[in-house]
DNA sequence: TTTATTAGGGCAAACGTTTGCATTACACTT
DNA sequence: AAGTGTAATGCAAACGTTTGCCCTAATAAA
């Protein structure tokens, strides 16, 4: 019952021509008259004729086709990288492939394979938060595979690179934390070998330095899972409080990690922003209807994502590599709401906390 | 530079063998004495020899991929979904390409033209909003493209379906309202056409009828945009707001619509639950930290993609299709919050609403 | 010793395209 | 009349695998 599909050779046999003319007819290319193309063309379209991929592949070492390698996929901000990639991509008539490992290294390197054994013509890429080094990726950009990296970056390869702003996004969400009277500000971050890591704690140094206050180390905690490992979250937000002048806000470093740290410290009972106040990155849609509503640090996540990719493709597209490699820096927006409220003093906190800080958050960039 | 991958060819004639043999060595197959399979194999280890993907997939017409179309990626509940897949398919070795129709018709059948045409194995495939009519997946199916439908399903194509427990989702939702004490309970739903709608309507008046309520045409509004059209939500709930006897309850279908309407309802200072309860379809993962915590029913969202890709693979992987195919009904689950508290009297609503419900809600089903 | 069997391996066609290099049939220059 | 140019098309090899069939030797059976 299954027709098989139709092919150059039988449009060929059909119309009494060769293999080649049909195949420059319906290229539209080359010397073959319009009386002829016109045959080819309308015989192709009725019998609705469609090329076969795998052998275009084949043959031209092409397969439009994408490779994404990423940590997790229903993670708020990855989901719309890849639905920009995937946006840029159908324009440009590529197709997308995703991966993601769970930020297990062993899983990346598997998944890299995989993507480029099956013939991607391009790799969008972001670390694992285990990645340890990258001799694995560096083999496949040698042989000649384009990449453009994205998020989470490494110098070491040399090619385009999309990120957000993350040191300055850091430093604007711990210098309004400062401004709202916050002394003790601690950063709980991702995976400490993560690119994002080093700039977003950069930035909450740098502004702590700007305000003439000290770094301390025991107010940095990492979590290598990023968020996803809920005891890892747990101990280190306990080891906050435990200490002998636990800190008054929090900033944190990644999507999964903002949201679960709310969650751990509601849970827990601590009065947001009686208590600690809390900003992070996020890219969550509504963070103005939790309860205190959030204060993000958002990235243009889909722009992430659609600019990459053309990237890519021009990479894949053009003869020659550019001689020069760029790296795009996108602007992240602090939009701030109830979370970072000003301190009350102690005798007021036992009130609604949530509900009524002292003054009314700025608008802050939202949307 | 760039070092061409080794081939086959390359492997024979540095041995002195056939292209044959050295096939066959590969594969450990057929009758090759097993001095010259190691011979082979070590070599292929030591340079790295990897097959080239095209063409095999040209010679066996197979590409050991996945084609994956949806609406949308960065809902959270098709984010969801779409891990399940990747970690199923990767389990047996297959790559997932995604594409995504954001409700668009058009959008859709384009897509799966580029699926299709690219050699996917197998199909994954949730409607689109606006869907029409289904002749052109029937036509792949016809073609003998192995489909899997799963959540936005069609009873016209005789294939496995995966799908949540749309109808007991909202019937329990429903029966939860009205024993909290909702009489005029409003159903916000998807597009019309959707299979998910119907269902979810059922169930939803259903549960009317069963405690002897009449089901009022006017107390459901479709969203055909499911929530992408915020004009569009706002429009529906204005129209419910401004009925002469408004609904005190809202019964919401989709991931997206829930979110938005909780969103609207919010910026429109309505109170949750004192002037409007709120249930809803969601696979957000903090529902409890919304203000207030919000009542969701809630799929699994993971283990459909999950069944779906090994139903799919399986449907690849054997010889003969099956006689009958299987419909696989998830459970949902019901997390009751404070969003559907008992309603107060009048007088008590403009206390603080969100934080102090009459009676404490029961646990629910979380996580 | 002859014959059948088997193990081990090679040949070449095939998958559907693409493309460099003919080839043919004209028309146009010298 | 011989040569040049050009438009339109065909031939066949190539891309890297897979696989049905054939070939050769060696061994086992008769």
Redesign the interface.
Request: net charge positive.
């Given at each position: 019952?299954?027709?098989q599909?139709i092919t150059i050779k039988d449009i060929a046999r059909s119309l009494g021509l060769s293999f080649s003319t049909v195949s420059r007819a319906l290229k539209g290319s080359y010397k073959i008259s319009d009386a002829t193309q016109q045959l080819v063309k309308d015989y192709a379209a009725k019998h609705n004729y469609?090329?076969?991929?795998?052998?275009q592949?084949?043959k031209n070492?092409k397969?439009?086709?994408l490779g994404i390698a990423l940590s997790?996929?229903?993670n708020?901000f990855y989901?719309?990288v890849?639905?920009g990639i995937?946006s840029a991509a159908?324009n440009k008539?590529y197709?997308?492939?995703?991966?993601?490992n769970d930020e297990s290294y062993e899983r990346e390197i598997?998944?890299l394979e995989?993507?480029s054994?099956?013939?991607v013509d391009g790799l969008l890429l972001s670390l694992s938060g285990g990645t340890a080094d990258i001799a694995h990726i560096q083999r496949l950009h040698?042989?000649?595979l384009p990449i453009v990296l994205f998020d989470r970056v490494t110098d070491a390869i040399n090619t385009h690179r999309v990120i957000a702003d993350n040191k300055g996004g850091a430093f604007n969400a711990t210098r309004h934390l400062l401004e709202r009277g916050f002394r003790r500000i601690a950063h709980l971050t991702g995976a400490p070998g993560l690119s994002i890591t080093r700039e977003r704690l950069q930035g909450y140094q740098d502004a702590l330095r700007a305000h003439q206050l000290p770094v301390h180390d025991h107010y940095i905690k990492y979590c290598n899972a990023c968020g996803n490992d809920i005891p890892e979250t747990e101990n280190a937000i306990r080891e906050l409080l435990s200490l002998a002048t636990p800190p008054d806000a929090l900033l944190v470093g990644s999507d999964r990690l903002t949201?679960r740290c709310?969650?751990i410290l509601?849970e827990q009972g601590i009065q947001i922003p009686g208590q600690m106040a809390l900003a992070g990155f996020s890219n969550f849609?509504?963070p103005?209807?939790?309860?205190?509503?959030l204060t993000t640090i958002r990235q243009s996540a889909f722009e992430m994502g659609k600019i990459a990719a053309e990237l890519l493709i021009d990479l894949i597209e053009r003869k020659r590599p550019p001689s020069t490699f760029e790296t795009r820096i996108l602007p992240t927006h602090l939009c701030i709401r109830h979370s970072t409220a000003t301190p009350l003093p102690a005798s007021c906190t036992a009130g609604?906390p949530?509900?009524s800080p002292v003054r009314s958050p700025g608008p802050g960039i939202y949307n």
């Amino acid at each position: 019952m299954i027709k098989q599909p139709i092919t150059i050779k039988d449009i060929a046999r059909s119309l009494g021509l060769s293999f080649s003319t049909v195949s420059r007819a319906l290229k539209g290319s080359y010397k073959i008259s319009d009386a002829t193309q016109q045959l080819v063309k309308d015989y192709a379209a009725k019998h609705n004729y469609r090329p076969n991929l795998m052998a275009q592949s084949l043959k031209n070492k092409k397969s439009r086709c994408l490779g994404i390698a990423l940590s997790s996929i229903p993670n708020n901000f990855y989901a719309e990288v890849i639905s920009g990639i995937e946006s840029a991509a159908y324009n440009k008539d590529y197709l997308v492939m995703i991966t993601q490992n769970d930020e297990s290294y062993e899983r990346e390197i598997k998944n890299l394979e995989n993507l480029s054994w099956r013939a991607v013509d391009g790799l969008l890429l972001s670390l694992s938060g285990g990645t340890a080094d990258i001799a694995h990726i560096q083999r496949l950009h040698d042989h000649g595979l384009p990449i453009v990296l994205f998020d989470r970056v490494t110098d070491a390869i040399n090619t385009h690179r999309v990120i957000a702003d993350n040191k300055g996004g850091a430093f604007n969400a711990t210098r309004h934390l400062l401004e709202r009277g916050f002394r003790r500000i601690a950063h709980l971050t991702g995976a400490p070998g993560l690119s994002i890591t080093r700039e977003r704690l950069q930035g909450y140094q740098d502004a702590l330095r700007a305000h003439q206050l000290p770094v301390h180390d025991h107010y940095i905690k990492y979590c290598n899972a990023c968020g996803n490992d809920i005891p890892e979250t747990e101990n280190a937000i306990r080891e906050l409080l435990s200490l002998a002048t636990p800190p008054d806000a929090l900033l944190v470093g990644s999507d999964r990690l903002t949201m679960r740290c709310f969650s751990i410290l509601h849970e827990q009972g601590i009065q947001i922003p009686g208590q600690m106040a809390l900003a992070g990155f996020s890219n969550f849609s509504s963070p103005e209807l939790l309860s205190p509503s959030l204060t993000t640090i958002r990235q243009s996540a889909f722009e992430m994502g659609k600019i990459a990719a053309e990237l890519l493709i021009d990479l894949i597209e053009r003869k020659r590599p550019p001689s020069t490699f760029e790296t795009r820096i996108l602007p992240t927006h602090l939009c701030i709401r109830h979370s970072t409220a000003t301190p009350l003093p102690a005798s007021c906190t036992a009130g609604t906390p949530g509900t009524s800080p002292v003054r009314s958050p700025g608008p802050g960039i939202y949307n």
